[in-house]
């Protein structure tokens, strides 16, 4: 990896300075819009990071496979 890419990553929590990188935060805002943002694992600061999805059409989000921490 390039160094300027590096210095351009968003990895540390501006809050508590959690080093490890952040758990991601979905939020509904309008009809058929929804924010992702960041969380911090360690302090539970979120960042808004203005990402939004396109138009989602279902109701809200169905259960699936579980993942075994060792698998990946």
Same mark, same amino acid.
């Given at each position: 990896?390039? %160094? ?12 508590c300075?959690? $080093?490890? /990188?952040?758990h ?7 009809? /058929?819009? %929804? ?5 911090? $694992?360690?302090?539970g ?7 939004? %999805?396109?138009?989602? %059409? /279902?109701? /809200? $989000? #169905?259960? #699936?496979?579980?993942y075994?921490?060792? #698998?990946?």
């Open positions: 990896m390039d %160094t300027k890419d590096a210095d351009r990553s968003f990895r540390v929590c501006l809050n300075g959690y $080093p490890r /990188g952040f991601v935060y979905i939020k509904g805002i309008s009809e /058929g819009k %929804t924010r992702l943002g960041l969380i911090c $694992p360690g302090c600061q979120s960042y808004d990071i203005g990402w939004l %999805t396109a138009d989602i %059409t /279902g109701e /809200g $989000p #169905e259960k #699936e496979e579980i075994d921490e060792k #698998e990946h």
